[in-house]
């Protein structure tokens, strides 16, 4: 069975960093590429970014270049999200989810992680 | 860089047909995916490509593509139908993959 386990929800101040995981299992992790999504209260999915954790090609979507970093640790099968400073406007929840490159479609998704930035 | 537009908000009648809609310019390259969200719950694959449909869900979701504009098909709407709607797709922009804002399904 194909899964994708999020870390738990955090609470952060404005300014501080964060790393957030997703831990593939099923599948073949490091041939297929990991998308993530992000979702802020209330709004649609956005498309933020892709890595390949065979050889951690990564792929930014414009608007979240140089605001996130993403990463993968293919000996522990895992993806990470990352951001060096949070501001109150990164209050989502993000996903993961297992993403075929050349159609787009996003076919397991993790349970989602919620990011709260908040004085 | 491209976008993808669906209607806000859409409603059915218990038992009765739906189709829901998203429009865009990258749809002319590339086939629409479609997604179900639940309150509190992550995204769920229903529908993509041509005609795909994962595995467990129900064959009353059908998908059609054609132009500019993709169509998401519920035949015989389910009171567990009611959810948000998310169509995306690949694109030749920047943005290697847009999502359209999402179609928020009440069955009455």
């Known amino acids: 069975e194909v899964q994708l386990v999020q870390s738990g929800a955090e609470v952060k101040k404005p300014g501080e960093s964060l790393k957030i995981s997703c831990k593939g299992s099923?599948?073949?992790?490091?041939?297929?590429?990991i998308g993530w999504v992000r979702q802020m209260p209330g709004k649609g999915l956005e498309w933020m970014g892709i890595?390949?954790?065979?050889?951690?090609?990564?792929r930014y979507s414009p608007s979240f270049l140089g605001q996130v970093t993403i990463s993968a640790d293919k000996s522990i099968k895992t993806a990470y999200l990352q951001w060096s400073s949070l501001k109150a406007s990164d209050t989502a929840t993000y996903y993961c989810?297992?993403?075929?490159?050349?159609?787009?479609?996003?076919?397991?998704w993790g349970q989602g992680t919620l990011v709260t930035v908040s004085s | 860089s491209s976008e993808l537009t669906q209607d806000p908000a859409v409603s059915v009648a218990l038992g009765q047909t739906v189709v829901i809609t998203c429009r865009g310019d990258s749809l002319r390259d590339y086939y629409a995916c479609w997604y179900q969200q639940r309150p509190g719950q992550a995204p769920l694959l229903v529908f993509h490509?041509?005609?795909n449909r994962p595995s467990g869900i129900p064959d009353r979701f059908s998908g059609a593509n054609s132009g500019d504009t993709a169509t998401l098909t519920i035949t015989g709407a389910q009171a567990e139908d009611e959810a948000v709607y998310h169509c995306n797709s690949r694109d030749n922009g920047p943005n290697l993959v847009v999502f359209g804002a999402g179609t928020r399904l009440t069955v009455l």
């Open positions: 890595i390949y954790p065979g050889d951690s090609d990564t």
């Open positions: 490509g041509e005609n």
């Open positions: 989810a297992r993403q075929e490159a050349l159609t787009g479609h996003l076919d397991y």
């Open positions: 099923g599948y073949s992790f490091n041939t297929n590429w």
